[in-house]
DNA sequence: ATTATTACCGCAAACGTTTGCGGTAACATT
DNA sequence: AATGTTACCGCAAACGTTTGCGGTAATAAT
């Protein structure tokens, strides 16, 4: 366990004092060139680092974000995380990850956590139970942003950076109207969740509404392993009449695929399937699933930007909605 | 921006001296229990928690893990990582998440962060181009234990958990000889990685010893779609025979499985398909891809808990392999 | 020759803890 | 009555920085 170079060393070997290193070492103009030449090469030397506890224990400043996420085996959530990684670093700042399990109690424990180590910034997809805004106010009065991302708060007055949900939606209602089938399933995930309404109601708009000929029929799958049993036994009797499907997420996407494979239908010849995605899923499957985008990576680089303003002490909340985009695969 | 309670408040408020707070609230027994009870209560009431940083100044603990991964989009790190997670913060951890982008230059940079803030350990998987093994013995010189998980040095002296790589390939042939087919193609990635190398080598010998019924070919590619080329050349001159295709990794795998979708084959009746994986991916199709595991999940668990040893006080190097096991999809 | 200016540098307090050591009162022991 | 114990508690230094302020010598201005 050796002993790290600190300012008091090098003033000792120098017989200077500490503070004349402290300053020679951030180039303060007090200091003769002469001076700073001798304390920067010793500090080279030595490997002199400063000790970010010192520091921060004086100016409140460190260089960390948080990340703070339901889960962890997302797709979504990954891209983003990998996008703020990746630019974070290259403002030196590093990054805490935690997952709240989609548990209040612990993402309660996470905040507190957060404040405690007076983290720079605090990014959060908050739990589906999440009712209470009162701990990020509470971030907030401590002086640390918080950046909603994704799964955001129904409060106004904080900085949101969304999903297109209704536009992913959209895109892919318009989608299948373009190609002219008539039969649609949708399948969605858990109806109690804010997301699922959204792009339930878009969706039905959408395809509906004006087009009397559509035959829409929505069902509900909680789990993959749901949707690909919900798909096995609605194709028991499937007339051969061309259907078009819509799944809400990748989840129910894996499931639908499942079954789709194991009743050996062709896509887009038999059937048809279109989903919402971050891209990687609709990609594995040839022909690729088309899909609207809702991109992490995008989100991610918006997320950090704002955070960036932020830190530079821009106080008023925004709401940012990440444009959604149609990729076609050959699935339609 | 609030100021935080201090030990220095709540003395004033109870005029008691800092040491007198600090004492009781750790439940010295140099205190009366009257005045634990009083400072404990005032405590609780403002909310009083310790400054992390002024902790870490007077006694260098922190509780703080560092995870290095080349790359975030990859299915096994993130079982890892959220491996690590969950147990970590049952115990008291945070956990920074630092990629190194399989780059030398970048991975000494986190490295020296990680020293600096004093983490109090490493969970790493090196870059490919990780020769110098000076870096890490410097954090042990520091007191910062380092666990090597998956991409592990050549150097003895350290902890390390890995993957079963020889168990894993010597699986997936003898899986392939059990199912008795005798045309094998095995599809490899990096040359240059030891891991590919090891994987090719036990997977030959294993297939191919004392079976001079085999015929096997081997190829290398170097990324999905190099993969999907590749199968594609080589099947469009298919002659019927049944052919088994071996893949080393998930990355190999989703190409393969693009080009087997393309060609519209059918597994296992046309082709058989095997390859070593967390899972993740093989569970997309249908049947189910059959596959060697190798699992993240269970690596994080046996890195934390040798972690926690080394924190504890163990220093004696120690590789751990995590044995691997067949999978039985339907795809053979 | 006195005063103002400049260039450089150090003192010391502060950030919020932890902890060795010493101190005081009250009580028990000879 | 002098001494030894015990139960509590505070002083002060230390961890490694940052920074306001004051100080000294050398030079420039009067």
């Given at each position: 366990m050796k002993p790290s170079p600190t300012l008091k060393k090098i003033a000792a070997q120098l017989n200077v004092s500490i503070s004349t290193v402290s300053r020679a070492l951030k180039d303060h103009p007090d200091i003769s060139i002469e001076t700073k030449r001798k304390i920067n090469e010793l500090a080279a030397l030595i490997e002199y680092d400063p000790n970010p506890y010192a520091v921060n224990l004086r100016t409140h400043n460190n260089k960390e974000f948080a990340i703070v996420v339901p889960s962890l085996s997302n797709f979504f959530y990954h891209s983003f995380i990998s996008s703020i990684e990746e630019d974070a670093r290259k403002h030196g700042y590093s990054i805490f990850i935690y997952r709240s399990s989609n548990d209040v109690q612990i993402e309660l424990e996470i905040l507190k956590n957060c404040r405690l180590k007076r983290v720079s910034g605090v990014f959060i997809s908050i739990t589906t139970e999440t009712k209470d805004i009162a701990p990020f106010l509470k971030l907030d009065e401590y002086g640390i942003p918080v950046i909603f991302f994704d799964?955001?708060?129904?409060?106004?007055l904080c900085n949101k950076i969304c999903i297109a949900n209704e536009q992913a939606a959209s895109l892919a209602a318009l989608a299948i109207l373009k190609k002219g089938s008539n039969d649609v399933l949708g399948i969605f995930g858990d109806p109690n969740m804010p997301i699922t309404q959204v792009r339930y109601q878009t969706f039905n708009r959408v395809l509906v509404e004006g087009n009397p000929v559509i035959r829409l029929q929505n069902v509900n799958a909680n789990s993959a392993d749901e949707a690909e049993q919900l798909i096995l036994t609605m194709l028991a009797d499937y007339n051969g009449t061309y259907l078009t499907i819509f799944c809400m997420s990748d989840e129910i996407l894996t499931g639908v695929m499942k079954a789709v494979q194991r009743k050996g239908l062709k896509f887009p010849k038999d059937i048809g399937i279109i989903c919402i995605s971050d891209g990687m899923i609709p990609k594995l499957f040839y022909p690729e699933i088309t899909y609207a985008e809702t991109s992490g990576f995008k989100l991610g680089k918006l997320a950090l930007s704002r955070m960036m303003r932020c830190i530079a002490g821009s106080s008023f909340a925004q709401t940012i909605i990440d444009e959604s985009c149609l990729v076609e695969g050959g699935s339609l």
């Open positions: 799964k955001v708060p129904a409060y106004e």
